[in-house]
């Protein structure tokens, strides 16, 4: 069965952001987590009708570089 979550336009930015920081700390899930995610996203329904396999989605988790970005510091007082 095909589920989605019910948000609004301007809470997308978070929900890609939650998904990044999933994909980020992959590694450090337990398996059956992973493979529980994987084949989450591939039947959960999305604005995009394009279809994804549970192995496109683990290549792509697979495949993607992640790049350390320093935090700012801020300015002294």
Do not use: C, N
Not at 16 to 45: E, K
Not at 49 to 59: K, L, P, R, V
């Amino acid at each position: 069965m095909a589920v989605t979550l019910k948000y609004k336009d301007a809470q997308e930015a978070l929900l890609r952001r939650l998904g990044q920081a999933v994909v980020l700390h992959w590694d450090q899930l337990p398996d059956d987590l992973q493979d529980l995610l994987i084949d989450q996203a591939a039947i959960v329904q999305d604005r995009d009708e394009t279809a994804h396999e549970a192995g496109d989605i683990e290549s792509f988790i697979r495949s993607v570089k992640t790049t350390a970005i320093p935090k700012e510091t801020p300015p002294a007082k």
